[in-house]
């Protein structure tokens, strides 16, 4: 497991732990610590012996979640003579989103010349030169990629899945009224971090090949945020704005400060988050039912600390200004 100390990595790793897999780490150690039961071996992927010693190993699988295209280069380069296969964890971002219902073969994004993503304005750009190395490294026979969509579920440190249960559960209005974009015709695609763990283990045992989109069902937004308000028993009012209304009053889309997560301006993002799903489940991606999802992260979020500042979302003040003032 190239990572394993952070969100995604660590479920890998469990996953495949649980499953009575023999697991290594491979990482600084910086964003935490890995696994109980996985053995941990620090390297800094961009200093250039990294991989001398887990080189000298064999190996059945390796999984990658980095979106640096030269630690990706160096490191299927220096390990395909020893592991058998390469499972990398690529993004939806890699393709264009402008193809309704867009299966694998959508137009990739230039791939990243440079070995450095300099910042998450080319992730997408990074993500497919990333892809491109590991096939270049092991061949499309044994490489699997995936492109996650949005991932969800306990311990989105993005904060961005466990905003809405949240906000229903903790209402910022004394009057329970909650705040929500007017946006019936925009989709929603989440997949449960566990879910897409799994698959990536399971993926591995079955020594699947290919590339495949990583995505939820498509739900309208609507859809998706009554579920999130049954997950928290929410029964107050919904004060519903529209897009033009939230952008003027500097309420931004998808993430970061002061954002409603989910949301995204249209018809830009229209395609965003209705992927075809179809190989991925015929690949035996198991999908476990939203509401389950999002009462989890709820729950999560609850022991987290509700109270803490977040990466997304708005806080309850700029909420409760918001409403006073729409
Ligand atoms: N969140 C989403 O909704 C979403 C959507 C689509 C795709 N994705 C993809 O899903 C994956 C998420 O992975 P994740 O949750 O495990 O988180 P991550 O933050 O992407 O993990 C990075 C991992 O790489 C390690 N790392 C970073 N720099 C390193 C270095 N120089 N040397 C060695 N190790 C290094 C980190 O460990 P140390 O810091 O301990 O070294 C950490 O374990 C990523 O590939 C992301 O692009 C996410």
Redesign the pocket.
């Known amino acids: 497991m190239?990572?394993?100390?952070?969100?995604?990595?660590?479920k890998?790793t469990t996953a495949a732990l649980r499953l009575g897999h023999d697991v290594t780490?491979?990482?600084?150690?910086?964003?935490?610590p890995v696994p109980d039961g996985a053995a941990f071996f620090r390297?800094?992927?961009?200093s250039p012996d990294?991989y001398a010693a887990v080189g000298r190993q064999s190996w059945d699988a390796v999984v990658d979640?980095?979106?640096?295209p030269g630690?990706v280069r160096r490191a299927a380069e220096a390990l395909a003579g020893c592991a058998r296969r390469y499972i990398f964890?690529?993004?939806?971002?890699v393709a264009d989103h402008d193809i309704p219902g867009a299966d694998e073969s959508a137009p990739l994004l230039p791939a990243l010349e440079a070995d450095v993503m300099a910042s998450m304005e080319t992730?997408g750009e990074a993500?497919a030169a990333c892809e491109q190395h590991v096939l270049d490294a092991f061949g499309p026979g044994r490489a699997f990629i995936a492109?996650?969509?949005?991932?969800?579920g306990p311990g989105?440190?993005?904060d961005?899945t466990g905003y809405w249960p949240l906000r229903f559960a903790r209402p910022a209005s004394p009057d329970g009224s909650v705040l929500v974009p007017d946006a019936p015709e925009l989709a929603t695609q989440v997949i449960d971090v566990r879910d897409l763990a799994a698959w990536l283990v399971g993926a591995a045992e079955r020594k699947v090949s290919g590339t495949f989109n990583a995505v939820g069902e498509p739900m309208m937004l609507p859809a998706h945020l009554e579920r999130a308000r049954q997950a928290a028993g929410h029964t107050g009012p919904l004060v519903s704005v529209e897009p033009q209304r939230l952008a003027d009053a500097g309420v931004n889309y998808w993430s970061g400060e002061r954002s409603l997560p989910l949301w995204l301006p249209l018809p830009e993002y229209a395609c965003f988050a209705s992927r075809d799903n179809g190989a991925a489940v015929a690949a035996g991606l198991k999908l476990r039912p939203l509401a389950e999802t999002l009462a989890d992260v709820l729950a999560w979020e609850q022991t987290a600390g509700p109270d803490r500042e977040r990466k997304a979302g708005l806080t309850a003040q700029e909420e409760r200004e918001l409403l006073a003032a729409i």
């Open positions: 190239l990572g394993g100390t952070a969100w995604l990595g660590g890998i780490a491979l990482a600084r150690g910086e964003s935490g390297a800094d992927r961009d990294a979640v980095s979106s640096q630690q964890v690529s993004s939806c971002s992730y993500k492109r996650p969509g949005l991932i969800a989105d440190v993005s961005r």
